[in-house]
């Protein structure tokens, strides 16, 4: 059975900031500290992390929510990809982002948690709080 995770954090930048990022390739490289290459547009193919995650964006409502296929270089040759779904709530100028990733191939879904806290949430954080 594929693995499925949740997590919230709380961003110190107003929704359309965040969203606007995560769909950059230059903002997106720069939270992450590593490339990226992304087509911001419903069917446009993204990347990041020097290739290492690749995919295509399947749903976007500007600044309240992202749907993307997500697949890492580590996942078993035919497995299909992950879907990564990020919602992106107002607090008063903070920005709660949800973040589920499912579909995961059975088993990797604990790794991939934790590198989205430790390559992604945690850069974000400290990125927004500079540039707010």
């Not at 969203?19 to 193919?45: C, E, K, L, N, Q």
């Not at 990733?101 to 945690?122: A, K, V």
């Amino acid at each position: 059975m594929p693995d499925r995770f949740t997590i919230t954090t709380i961003l110190e930048a107003p929704p359309k900031r965040v969203y606007d990022a995560w769909m950059s390739s230059r903002d997106h490289g720069a939270f992450t500290g590593d490339t990226a290459d992304i087509d911001p547009r419903v069917g446009g193919a993204h990347s990041a992390f020097s290739g290492y995650i690749t995919g295509k964006t399947l749903e976007l409502v500007p600044f309240r929510r992202i749907v993307q296929t997500w697949r890492a270089t580590e996942f078993p040759e035919g497995s299909p990809d992950s879907r990564l779904e990020l919602t992106f709530e107002d607090l008063k100028g903070k920005t709660r982002l949800t973040l589920i990733h499912s579909e995961i191939p059975d088993g990797q879904g604990p790794q991939f948690e934790e590198g989205w806290r430790e390559n992604y949430l945690r850069p974000m954080a400290a990125y927004f709080k500079a540039h707010a």
